[in-house]
């Protein structure tokens, strides 16, 4: 039987953390009662990218965009949408149903209108445990035309012309990369894909792995094919079990159906892949750590030269690509350099998956060409700063990376003009930080990461990390002074400077970057003891305006018991028992609580 | 799989599963009117047949949906073919109706004109 | 090869392609600080002191491992440099515990040099704002002791533990901050597999890795006019304490380390010569016995008790072959107490033997169990040539002034000329040449040629009976470890093998002075140290017999025959396997 309709239930993890998992079985037993299970296919998706919106589930062919969907939702979708074509208004994604009542395209939304999808082409729309989907959408095409019709060279070429950047963060040109691996003679060489993605709030890879595993499959052979390496290696972190799972499926199907083994195509290539699983240290996405977590040693960073494209996995020469990297690689190769290098602009080609967070409306997975400017990202994607607050400054980058200030928010995306604003690409984490957040404060919760996260090898990541994030904790406390700055931005410049690998050396980048942008806000904190953003808790007490209507909440939610006032009147609060835990402020129905 | 045809073979095979979604349909569309009406009047195996004498044909990119009552309530089952944003509507539509439909509407671009809601006595 | 040209602080020189530029700025007298770096062993570059500003590369770069390229200009002196580096020792000091005047490294610590050189001050560590590293001291072994406090975790140890002893007992545990050196989940060292032949301690540039300190209880054993302290003085020991007080590797201070054994108040020397002529005199008859018997062979030689500790943790297998002949040092305390201290006037429980090494795991050897008589250990103290040294700085004894003095007391009576055995192989050569001696044939000198694919093992033959045997020394942890491997495939029969747990033997033991990274790298230090010895022993009376007649005499007043049943209780032991990692 054909089905006359798809039902597309976002399983991204972010769906399935919020109640996703269930929403299939709802379905087949509605549609089971209603007759009609056969005429509907129901399939699993990857991530669709507006996780703040999810669980999403999309029915075609009309490509009706419901969000937040609950499992009691899903009886009268059934009923109404599949059952009698009534569409479920109330239940659809405001922004994709204009006041006419017609319904939008989900690609019509301001959120995806904006976005081009190259990494993310398949990702939300197809079923990733089906390879034939994969490749009914043009999969493994390139790697038929890589195999068959170029030569290693022509490969490495056309990737070089293609302008392509590893996605990771560094940015170095991908196709340069694979030509030194390619010119090292070695009887066995291969290529890893860096899985370990470790960014705090970073999920673009984990959506990948999810939602189109095979892309990631085939920009691994690709590349393995140009350097001449008949080995690959997926190294990716225990916590993302749904995407080991769905690459388990990938790789057992491309088994299946002759794309991964001997002889592919009838090439000659030969080309097996393996998944070897770590325990989450941030450190294993540096090249040498991964490669040393591989061989079965403690994830630790080695000196560089030698590099991985000459000494790598067992001393084998090494090419390490991040997943995004690899699923543009399919891209490349099917369309051509030309086609894709026309997406981005001069120094960076294509488009970046960033995932979008902090305190911004569309929160998500979001993917722009390279050029697109900060501020079409935040307003026209992101839909703005959410409960009418300003923008303060955005984080790119993650621990790496630094901050952003309002200032500078036409600039456009590229790996150079970041770096000259005092942060970096990074892997493409972006936070959106508003108003009341403390620049102090945010730089702490980076350095508490890097703390926890430097593999303790050499001495300026080890103890100099811990050393910055204590004189942010003096600061924080109101006990810093201006001596105290001036040692903070001379350790992290000497950290920088004189780290062994990338954790240490970028982990001083949120610091530097604040301390150039946003130095007031810390002068603040050790000159006039104040914290302007109101956050750091030894420097700001709570205060009750005359906003506050006299509802009562506050004062039975404090912990301590320290607001009084009766019904309907102005309260107060104690502050000398006040544990600034900020209960009061989150709960306050009016706003009438304030830090200052 | 042994070669590109081997793939491409499979890729054809395959369109079936992912054509209706990602907008790289064709604009014709069969509606077929589901309100309590319609169902009383059978619409339901109207629209199970419209899919198969589809599918046989391998026309795949024409979709098949059900819509509300469109008021006709008198002359159901009724059902709507859209090509290009150009509506017409059948009524009283049998299972005997459907392979004309397909073959001169769909398939040929001219309408029944038989069968159009208001032509026919 | 090939020569390139590169600059270091504006000095062009030519120098080879395969140069590192921390090699390369040496050369031209260009001093480069380091902590993690030691040549060939420890190559991390973990510590970040040994930084250089090469143009166009970003950064700062650790010129330790860093190859030279053809116009390379480097800059070695920049004030960035030094503010690095003056940065990371701020940093490392902050975790360090700061007991200078109690620590073993005090006067060759490289941290402390480095702190005093650029001057820096410890502006983290005595801060309530600053956390400190929880201190962990591991020190259930009776040999080695672990301390966190003073560790700066360069990974001079583990990397020393892995391919010099070829072990890998020491890791890093945990990460950041929290890590910590020792056995994997900071494991007691006790149950560990340590060997305990000190090569981390030689490794460690400060005090974080020592010895289980003897000092205490020899201090308090002479201060007890009650008891009768003998002391025996291993012979590498009189070329190499000097080097403690500063002298040139290799200086001859016999006559010093007599006169301050006095000075001290030691009673008794008893030459560690007569001791080992004892061993070999057993060893000789024990393999006699089973050349001639159809005995377990070849036999393994047992007066090096890392060893033993070697052999009873790895390849119990061979326990067999293993001779059950106390080494000279045990011998010695054996003899001391159970024979002359009736001679000497004293009951046997109110003698302390202390015995001077630069043995590490005669420590524990000296705390087995079966090391005892009837209830009285045979050993009572053992203090490492280093511990010597720092004895005689706590008593306030100017070491390098002292007039030479002698040998003293009743029992150095004994040596009787003997020669000096302390290189490896010469205890062996020894026992060989016993061994012809008891049959009546004549001794040759043995030539040992290298292995080939083996390092540290040497091989020859011997003429016993008209039979030509098998013989080889084997030193140094890997080296033992390859060799069982190769033992165990080879076609090859050997008859008689010693090993020793450090390559060179004694000179070179766990124990001996120690020298700094830059000094390990560019001094042939065990070269200098042999030459000495060797020296040494060219300088003494040497006997005509190989046999000692005051040996003769002892056999004959008291134990009878080699081998028989008194000597076998009293010189001999007993080894057992033994499983490490078993209290998890």
Redesign the interface.
């Known amino acids: ?6 039902v ?1 239930i976002c399983s991204g993890s972010n769906c399935v953390s919020r109640g996703a998992n269930s929403l299939r079985d709802e379905f087949e037993t509605h549609l089971t009662k209603l007759g009609i299970r056969e ?1 509907i296919k129901l399939v699993n998706t990857g991530c669709v990218g507006l996780c703040e919106q999810g669980p999403f589930v999309i029915v ?4 009706v965009f419901y969000a937040q969907i609950k499992n009691k939702d899903i009886e009268t979708i059934c009923n109404e949408h ?5 569409i479920v208004e109330k239940l659809v994604f405001d922004e994709a149903i204009t006041e006419e009542k017609e319904i939008k ?1 989900f ?1 019509e939304i301001g959120f995806y209108k904006k976005q081009t999808k190259i990494a993310l082409r398949n990702c939300g ?2 079923n990733p445990d ?1 390879i ?2 994969y ?4 999969g ?2 390139a790697l ?1 035309k890589a195999l ?1 019709e170029m030569s290693r060279d022509e490969v490495v070429e056309e990737m070089i012309a293609s302008g392509l950047r590893g996605r990771g963060g560094g940015g170095f040109p991908t196709g340069v990369k694979w030509r030194f691996a390619m010119a090292n003679e070695s009887d066995q060489k291969f290529i890893i894909c860096n899985a370990d993605e470790g960014d705090p709030g970073a999920f673009m890879d984990r959506a990948l792995l999810e939602g189109d595993p095979h892309s990631v499959l085939e920009g691994l052979m690709i590349g393995g094919y140009a350097i001449g390496a008949n080995k690959g290696y997926i190294y990716v972190r225990i916590e993302y079990p749904n995407a080991i799972e769905k690459l388990k499926v990938a790789i057992a199907q491309a088994k299946e ?3 991964l083994g001997k002889n592919i ?2 090439s000659g290539f030969d080309f097996d892949i393996e998944i070897r699983l770590g325990a989450g ?1 941030f450190v294993c996405g540096e090249e040498t750590a991964l490669i040393a977590s591989i061989e079965g040693g ?1 994830g ?1 960073s ?2 560089k ?1 030698p590099f991985p494209a000459a000494k790598g996995l067992w001393g084998k020469p090494t090419i390490i690509n991040n997943v995004e990297t690899l699923a543009n690689i399919p891209a490349v190769i099917f369309s051509g350099a030309e086609t894709f290098n026309k997406i981005g602009t001069e120094k960076s080609k294509g488009t970046k998956v960033f995932s979008l967070g902090g305190n911004i409306v569309n929160a998500g997975l979001v993917e722009v060409p390279m050029g697109t400017t900060l501020r079409e990202v935040i307003y026209e994607i992101g839909g703005g700063i959410p409960n009418g607050k300003e923008l303060k400054a955005v984080q790119t980058g993650g621990p790496s990376g630094g901050a952003i200030p309002t200032s500078l928010l036409d600039l456009q995306i590229e790996y150079e003009t970041l770096i000259e604003a005092g942060s970096m690409m990074g892997s493409g984490g972006m936070v959106v930080i508003d108003e009341d957040n403390c620049m102090v404060d945010i730089c702490r919760f980076y350095l508490d990461f890097t ?10 990541c ?6 910055m994030l ?1 004189l942010l ?2 600061i924080s406390s109101g ?1 810093g002074t201006l001596e105290d700055l001036d ?1 903070l931005e ?2 992290a410049k ?1 950290v ?5 690998c990338g954790l240490g ?1 970028a982990a001083p980048n949120p610091i530097l970057s604040m301390l150039d942008k946003f130095r007031p806000e810390f002068e603040a904190h050790v000159v006039d003891k104040r914290c302007p953003g109101g956050v750091c808790k030894s420097l700001i007490h709570l205060e009750i305006t005359d906003k506050c209507i006299g509802c009562t909440k506050c004062a039975k939610q404090c912990p301590v018991d320290c607001i009084s006032g009766s019904i309907k009147q102005l309260h107060s609060i104690d502050t000398s028992a006040c544990i600034k835990c900020g209960v009061c402020k989150n709960i306050c129905p009016v706003d009438a609580i304030i830090s200052v | 799989m042994k070669s590109l045809d081997d793939l491409k073979k499979i890729r054809e095979a395959a369109q079936h599963k992912v054509i209706m979604r990602g907008g790289t349909l064709d604009s014709i569309k069969i509606l077929v009117g589901m309100g309590t009406c319609g169902i009383n009047a059978g619409a339901r195996p109207i629209m199970t047949k419209f899919v198969e004498e589809l599918a046989k044909r391998n026309l795949i990119t024409v979709t098949v949906a059900p819509i509300d009552c469109t008021g006709n309530c008198d002359n159901t089952p009724i059902v709507k073919v859209v090509i290009d944003k150009k509506e017409t509507t059948y009524g009283n539509v049998t299972e005997k109706m459907i392979a004309k439909i397909i073959k001169e509407h769909v398939e040929g671009g001219k309408p029944v004109q038989d069968y159009v809601l208001g032509n026919k006595k | 090869m090939k020569n390139v040209t590169i600059t270091i602080n504006g000095i062009k020189t030519e120098v080879p392609e395969n140069y590192t530029v921390m090699h390369a700025a040496e050369e031209l007298g260009i001093n480069i600080p380091r902590l993690c770096f030691l040549k060939d062993i420890n190559e991390t570059s973990s510590c970040r002191l040994c930084v250089v500003d090469v143009q166009k590369m970003r950064g700062l770069k650790n010129s330790c491992t860093l190859a030279v390229a053809d116009g390379m200009e480097i800059e070695t002196d920049t004030e960035e440099i030094h503010d690095s580096i003056v940065q990371n020792l701020e940093l490392l000091a902050s975790n360090h515990v700061f007991e200078c005047w109690a620590c073993e490294r005090e006067h060759n610590c490289e941290l402390l040099q480095l702190m005093r050189e650029y001057n820096v001050e410890n502006v983290y560590g005595e801060n309530k704002h600053y956390f400190k590293k929880h201190r962990q001291i591991n020190n259930s072994s009776d040999s080695i002791v672990l301390d966190s406090g003073k560790c700066i975790l360069c990974g001079r140890c583990v990397t020393s533990c892995e391919k010099q002893a070829g072990l890998g007992i020491l890791d890093f545990n945990e990460r950041g901050n929290e890590t910590y050196v020792g056995p994997a989940l900071m494991h007691s060292m006790a149950d560990s597999g340590c060997i305990s032949c000190g090569k981390c301690i030689q490794a460690c540039p400060v005090g974080a890795i020592k010895e289980q300190s003897h000092i205490d209880g020899v201090v308090e054993a002479l201060r007890n006019s009650n008891k009768k302290v003998i002391v025996s003085v291993e012979p590498s020991v009189l070329v190499t304490l000097g080097e403690e007080f500063g002298t040139e590797i290799g200086e001859n201070v016999e006559g010093k380390v007599y006169k301050s054994l006095e000075l001290l108040g030691f009673e008794e020397i008893m030459d560690a010569n007569f001791s080992t002529d004892l061993t070999v005199l057993e060893s000789a008859t024990e393999l006699i016995d089973r050349l001639q018997n159809g005995g377990t062979l070849p036999l393994f030689t047992s007066y090096s008790p890392g060893w033993i500790n070697y052999v009873e943790q790895y390849e119990p297998d061979y326990l067999n072959n293993l001779s059950n002949v106390k080494s000279p040092q045990q011998m010695a305390g054996t003899v001391a107490k159970q024979y002359y201290s009736g001679k000497l006037g004293f009951n046997k429980e109110d003698i302390v033997f202390v015995s001077i090494t630069p043995s590490v795991a005669a420590k524990d050897e000296a705390n087995r169990p079966e090391m005892q008589t009837e209830g009285i250990k045979d050993v009572d103290y053992v203090l490492t040539t280093r511990e010597y040294a720092r004895l005689l700085k706590r008593k306030n004894i100017d070491f390098l002034n002292l007039e030479d003095g002698s040998m003293f007391g009743e029992l150095s009576k004994l040596s009787g000329g003997a020669p000096i055995y302390s290189e490896a192989g010469s205890i062996m050569e020894s026992s060989l040449k016993a061994v012809s001696e008891i049959l009546g044939e004549t001794n040759s000198n043995l030539e040992f040629k290298d292995v080939r694919g083996l390092s540290g093992v040497k091989e020859t033959t011997y003429t016993i009976g008209g039979e030509q045997i098998n013989i080889a020394s084997v030193q140094g942890g890997i080296n033992i470890k390859e060799f069982f491997k190769k033992l165990k495939k080879a076609k090859k029969k050997y008859h008689f093998v010693e090993f020793m747990a450090c390559e060179g033997g004694n000179i070179n033991g766990g124990g001996a002075p120690i020298h700094t990274a830059q000094n390990q790298d560019n001094i042939d230090i065990i070269g200098l140290r042999l030459q000495a010895l060797n020296e040494l022993i060219e300088g003494k009376e040497h006997r005509n017999t190989r046999l000692n007649p005051i040996v003769t005499e002892l056999y004959k007043e008291w134990l009878g025959e080699p081998g028989n049943h008194k000597a076998q209780t009293l010189l001999h032991t007993t080894f057992k396997a033994k499983k490490f990692y078993t209290s998890l």
Do not use: W
Request: contains cysteine.
């Open positions: 039987m054909v089905e006359r309709a798809h597309l005429e075609y062919p009309e490509g599949l059952y009698k074509g009534r395209q690609t729309l197809i089906d034939e989907e490749i009914a959408r043009d493994y095409r038929g068959l159906y002759g794309l195509f009838g240290a403690r630790m080695r000196n030269p703390v926890e996260e430097s593999c303790g090898k050499c001495t300026p080890r103890e100099g990390t811990k050393k204590e904790d003096i006990e040692r001379n350790l000497m920088k400077n004189s780290s062994l050396q």
